[in-house]
T-cell receptor, first 116, second 113 residues
Framework: GESVGLHLPTLSVQEGDNSIINCAYS??????FIWYKQESGKGPQFIID?????DKRQGQRVTVLLNKTVKHLSLQIAATQPGDSAVYFC???????????????FGKGTLLTVNP | ETGVTQTPRHLVMGMTNKKSLKCEQH?????MYWYKQSAKKPLELMFV???????ENNSVPSRFSPECPNSSHLFLHLHTLQPEDSALYLC????????????FGSGTRLTVV
C-alpha cells in the first residue's frame, strides 16, 4: 500500500532544457497508460496517453516512451518552459479487466521545477 | 475548462454544517468518480458510478454521501465532517467500459474548521 506523508521526487531544470520524468508501473497486465500534469491548486490535466501496442508516442513538445520489458514509462518534455512547472504523474489501466475496465492506478508523481 | 466542471472551487465549512459538492461533465461519458487528494498523498478513489449505479465505495465514511441523478451529474453530500477531511476533492469521468479519455475536473478545495 501507499505510505502516508511521502515526499515527491523532484526534478529541477533550466528553461529551454529537455526534461525526462520517469514512472515505474506495477502491473505487467496494464495495457493503457496516461500522463497527467497537475498545477498547484488545480485538477490533473491530461497530457498524453499510450497503449501497450506502441513503444513511443509524440505530442506537442511531449513524447511518451513505454518499455514493457522493465515496466517503465517516461515523459519527455522538449524545451521546458516555466509554465511546465507542476507535478506530473502516470496512471496505468488494464483495458480488458471486465467490470473494472475503468480503474486507473496512479503513480506518486514527480515535482518538476523550471528555473528561468 | 476540461469538460468536467466542479463547483464550488473553494469551500469552508464547520463541522456541524451540511454542504454539497457538484460535478457536471459535458463529454458524453457514462462513468463518474470522486477522488480525495490530501497533501503529499496519492489520489484516493472514493466512489465510482457507472451507468448511474454506484459500483464502488472504497470504505468511505458515511459522512460522505454521493448521488448520481444522471450520467452527466454527480454530487457529494457532506455532513458532520472532521478537520482531517480537508482536502482537494476531484471529480472525473470516462466511458464506463474503458479508461480512454479519463478526464478530471479542477476540484473543490475543502477546508473543515
Amino acid at each position: 500500500g501507499e505510505s502516508v506523508g511521502l515526499h515527491l521526487p523532484t526534478l529541477s531544470v533550466q528553461e529551454g532544457d529537455n526534461s525526462i520524468i520517469n514512472c515505474a508501473y506495477s502491473n505487467s497486465a496494464s495495457d493503457y497508460f496516461i500522463w497527467y500534469k497537475q498545477e498547484s491548486g488545480k485538477g490533473p490535466q491530461f497530457i498524453i496517453d499510450i497503449r501497450s501496442n506502441m513503444d513511443k508516442r509524440q505530442g506537442q513538445r511531449v513524447t511518451v516512451l513505454l518499455n514493457k520489458t522493465v515496466k517503465h514509462l517516461s515523459l519527455q518534455i522538449a524545451a521546458t518552459q516555466p509554465g511546465d512547472s507542476a507535478v506530473y504523474f502516470c496512471a496505468e489501466n488494464i483495458s480488458g479487466s471486465g467490470g473494472s475496465n475503468y480503474k486507473l492506478t496512479f503513480g506518486k508523481g514527480t515535482l518538476l521545477t523550471v528555473n528561468p | 475548462e476540461t469538460g468536467v466542471t466542479q463547483t464550488p472551487r473553494h469551500l469552508v465549512m464547520g463541522m456541524t454544517n451540511k454542504k454539497s459538492l457538484k460535478c457536471e461533465q459535458h463529454l458524453g461519458h457514462n462513468a463518474m468518480y470522486w477522488y480525495k487528494q490530501s497533501a503529499k498523498k496519492p489520489l484516493e478513489l472514493m466512489f465510482v458510478y457507472s451507468l448511474e449505479e454506484r459500483v464502488e465505495n472504497n470504505s468511505v465514511p458515511s459522512r460522505f454521501s454521493p448521488e448520481c441523478p444522471n450520467s452527466s451529474h454527480l454530487f457529494l453530500h457532506l455532513h458532520t465532517l472532521q478537520p482531517e477531511d480537508s482536502a482537494l476533492y476531484l471529480c472525473a469521468s470516462s466511458q464506463h467500459d474503458r479508461a480512454y479519455g479519463y478526464t478530471f475536473g479542477s476540484g473543490t478545495r475543502l477546508t473543515v474548521v
